[in-house]
């Protein structure tokens, strides 16, 4: 059997079936106890892409109990041992930079220029976390001068990970390198949809990190569940929607103990444009907000609601809707494509769906909202990049999230009820205020309620800052200090010298 690897997307089994790409975990790879397999298609064809193994609650036991021993001596090596063996993973991780992305563009349907980018930052992050050992630190508290008060900082043991689609292969570097550098084993597991750049990561560590530091369970909702019901399992972080981290809430619950949580979840983003905003600037900024030319639009982080001011609107629609025409729609293989396909045929009906009922709230479809005209297109979930509006507040369109290319343009004129506007969602992921006037910038920025505020920017996300939602759009925050820092715990340590 050949395993799955950076190189090569599908692999032939011995006697001529379906490719098989098996799991990771103990060190080495798995088919899984129950013999059970996915299927894995190409977004972009349909091409049935491989079978990985459908793992159950005993693959998670035998994943668990390796990682549970090796976490001991990972625990246990200086922060800069493991910083080091951290940057070995982001050099062999830019040495296939290439393969990566190619991997990355068929697994998910991404344009793979795009995804070189992913996978570039990917090796970033890893080399970001690995310096961020010695910071993990706790404190001398002087509280008496008979004694000593100090806390120190411990990781949870074995963690599990549950990562989204989108950005697969960016995700899992981001979520285990965090991890890692605290000291746990981790237990990862991809979408079902998109598990081949998580294996290819695995393949890449394989030869670096120790046995059973790094686990990569390939399955559905079974999986999940066998996951965050683990009585072992004390720490858990999921990014996706806010239905599936209700789920994990109730699966967490049932396993009897109480454990520490963290999600990033959906988000109905604001974009909020004063009347003194550039109108071209604001229209490229509405475009790259909305991830057109990344993930098509499918990204918890976009700036899906548009508030244009009256007195600019129409001059910003001038210049949005070309550029949004010119998008250049693709095979996610192709240097060229500058948005790829959907992740399901599904996910596409559900987008057009979503756009049929916002025409019939109200709203004007200005550009796109159909499926391209391109036969070579014609096997795919693809869609065309869309802007609605005169969008009614009370849309579908401008109150759910619909994760695909569709943007929803509302106007308004008193600043105090755009706020109230934007402000009237259960989400609070990100949002962005654009003016040249900075006491209204801070003002609007500061009364949203939202865990990430840009001011006259959008869409970029350092690994270096803390990157969290507010209500239903999260609990907790990833990247900077922050994530690495929430997967140790505090110990308070009181020594008296009489």
Excluded at 194 to 214: E, H, M, N, S, Y
Aim: proline share 6%; hydrophobic share 40%.
């Amino acid at each position: 059997m050949t395993y799955i690897s950076s190189s090569k997307v599908v692999h032939s089994t011995d006697d001529g079936d379906v490719p098989f790409a098996p799991m990771f975990h103990s060190g080495t790879w798995q088919e899984g106890q129950s013999g059970r397999r996915l299927a894995v298609h190409e977004p972009a064809t349909g091409v049935l892409l491989g079978q990985v193994p459908d793992a159950t609650a005993a693959d998670v036991a035998a994943a668990y109990a390796s990682a549970k021993r090796a976490q001991v001596g990972w625990a246990r090596m200086a922060p800069s041992e493991r910083g080091k063996l951290l940057h070995r993973v982001a050099d062999a991780i830019e040495g296939s930079l290439e393969d990566l992305a190619r991997l990355e563009a068929t697994d998910s349907g991404n344009p793979v220029t795009a995804m070189r980018r992913d996978v570039a930052k990917g090796a970033e992050i890893f080399r970001h976390m690995a310096g961020l050992g010695y910071l993990l630190k706790g404190e001398v508290i002087p509280i008496s001068t008979e004694g000593l008060h100090y806390t120190r900082r411990y990781p949870y043991g074995v963690v599990a990970r549950i990562v989204a689609f989108n950005h697969p292969f960016l995700f899992a570097c981001g979520r285990v390198a965090s991890a890692l550098v605290a000291g746990n084993a981790v237990l990862l597991k991809p979408s079902e949809h998109t598990p081949f750049a998580a294996l290819a990561l695995a393949r890449i560590t394989q030869d670096i990190l120790p046995p059973g530091v790094l686990s990569v369970l390939t399955g559905g909702a079974e999986l999940g569940a066998a996951l965050t019901s683990h009585r072992g399992i004390e720490r858990i972080s999921f990014t996706g929607s806010v239905r599936t981290a209700l789920k994990i809430s109730e699966q967490a619950a049932r396993s009897g103990h109480v454990k520490s949580m963290s999600f990033e979840l959906g988000g109905k983003n604001p974009m909020v444009v004063l009347p003194d905003a550039d109108p071209e600037k604001v229209a490229a900024a509405a475009v790259r907000g909305m991830n057109f030319m990344a993930v098509q639009g499918q990204s918890c982080g976009s700036t899906t609601r548009l508030f244009l001011h009256r007195d600019i609107a129409a001059r910003v629609l001038e210049h949005l809707v070309p550029r949004v025409e010119a998008i250049r729609l693709g095979r996610p293989d192709d240097p060229d494509t500058e948005m790829g396909c959907l992740i399901s045929h599904e996910a596409r009906d559900r987008c057009l769906g979503f756009i049929e009922q916002g025409v019939r709230d109200g709203a004007r479809v200005l550009a796109g909202g159909s499926v391209p005209d391109d036969p070579g297109l014609a096997s795919g979930p693809y869609l065309r990049p869309t802007v609605l509006v005169d969008v009614p507040d009370t849309s579908v369109c401008a109150t759910q999230e619909i994760f695909g290319p569709v943007l929803s343009v509302l106007e308004w004129s008193d600043l105090d009820d755009v706020v109230e506007r934007a402000n009237s969602l259960p989400y609070g992921l990100t949002a962005a205020v654009w003016t040249d006037d900075i006491r209204s910038a801070l003002r609007v920025a500061d009364a949203l309620e939202s865990g990430y505020v840009w001011i006259n920017d959008v869409e970029f996300r350092h690994y270096a800052v803390p990157f969290g939602g507010w209500k239903d759009s999260g609990i907790g925050d990833e990247y900077g200090l922050d994530e690495p820092m929430s997967f140790t715990r505090s110990k308070t340590i009181v020594a008296t010298y009489s």
